[in-house]
């Protein structure tokens, strides 16, 4: 099985992460303009701050210069997912039942591409959500991204 670079990136890193007692979020490298951009989203309980971003950005570029596994130049970013942070693992969706999610599809289903209500969770591999009196199970395959919501 051929892993993607975001991929290859998370396996790397997780080890460091896990040691700081942060999470990793996700991994992002995309190309903007001219310019390749890493990206790592970090979490911690309580929330990360600027010390455990600098950190971390010092451990893994000193790691990623070793290892090299991305041929060309790109520029490292580290932050918080932030308050509408997606959620992409099965322990997401455990973590965070109750609260207030959107869940954007890849296709229309049921007659719409975004559904926003409280995470009863992930049940057969379908993102179960709840509002109001209504329940909705979106097939996770149709999930284009999942995120926490803000709820005023």
């Not at 451990?59 to 210069?65: E, G, H, I, R």
Request: hydrophobic share 40%; aromatic share 8%; proline share 4%.
């Amino acid at each position: 099985m051929n892993q993607t670079l975001e991929q290859q990136i998370a396996l790397l890193v997780e080890p460091y992460t896990k040691e700081k007692e942060l999470e990793l979020v996700d991994v992002e490298y995309v190309k903007e303009g001219a310019h390749w951009y890493l990206r790592l989203f970090i979490d911690k309980e309580g929330g990360v701050d600027m010390d455990d971003c600098a950190e971390m950005s010092h451990a893994v570029s000193d790691l990623l210069d070793e290892k090299n596994p991305i041929p060309q130049a790109y520029m490292l970013e580290i932050s918080s997912p932030g308050l509408e942070r997606p959620l992409k693992k099965d322990e997401d969706f455990v973590r965070f039942q109750g609260k207030l999610v959107t869940v954007h599809t890849t296709s229309l289903f049921q007659g719409y591409n975004e559904f926003t209500g409280h995470l009863v969770g992930l049940i057969n591999d379908e993102i179960v959500l709840e509002h109001e009196d209504n329940r909705v199970s979106i097939p996770r395959a149709l999930a284009k991204n999942t995120h926490l919501a803000l709820d005023f």
